[in-house]
């Protein structure tokens, strides 16, 4: 007569302290992790006597402007037309879009003029401009 064992083994992985390694997991990730702050080029930005906070920088496009004329937007230096074309597309995308203008206190004002036709050439024309607080 054969004696048939009840009792057998499971294999297999507990899984009853998963949610414990996945909550220090994510816990370690949310500490360590550095937010990458926008670097864009090296610019003075002029002094101002008064200026106003921006609303939202969920809306927000920063384009730099150095003295040696460079611009630069989305960590890519520009020339000519295309700054026309990656605004157009970014308007598009968000009509609320607020275009931010940091330029050197000692760029030329050539460089921001053309700035300021490719902005109007892209239907762009909410621009702000960046400065620093002038404290007497």
């Known amino acids: 007569m054969k004696v048939i064992r009840k009792t057998s083994t499971k294999k297999g992985i507990s899984t009853s302290?998963?949610?414990d390694i996945i909550f220090m997991l994510l816990i370690f990730f949310m500490v360590t992790t550095v937010m990458r702050e926008f670097e864009g080029l090296k610019v003075l930005l002029p002094?101002?006597?008064t200026i106003e906070k921006?609303?939202?920088k969920r809306h927000t496009?920063?384009?730099w402007a150095s003295k040696d004329g460079l611009v630069n937007i989305d960590d890519r230096?520009?020339?000519g037309q295309g700054l026309r074309n990656i605004i157009y597309k970014k308007i598009s995308s968000?009509?609320?879009l607020t275009i931010s203008l940091k330029s050197d206190e000692d760029a030329q004002m050539k460089v921001i003029t053309d700035i300021h036709t490719e902005m109007r050439n892209a239907q762009a024309l909410k621009l702000n401009y960046s400065?620093?607080?002038k404290i007497d």
Do not use: G, N, V
């Open 17 to 19: 302290s998963m949610p």
């Open 47 to 49: 002094t101002a006597r």
């Open 54 to 56: 921006l609303e939202s």
């Open 61 to 63: 496009t920063y384009i």
């Open 77 to 79: 230096i520009i020339q």
């Open 94 to 96: 968000d009509p609320k």
């Open 131 to 133: 400065a620093l607080t």
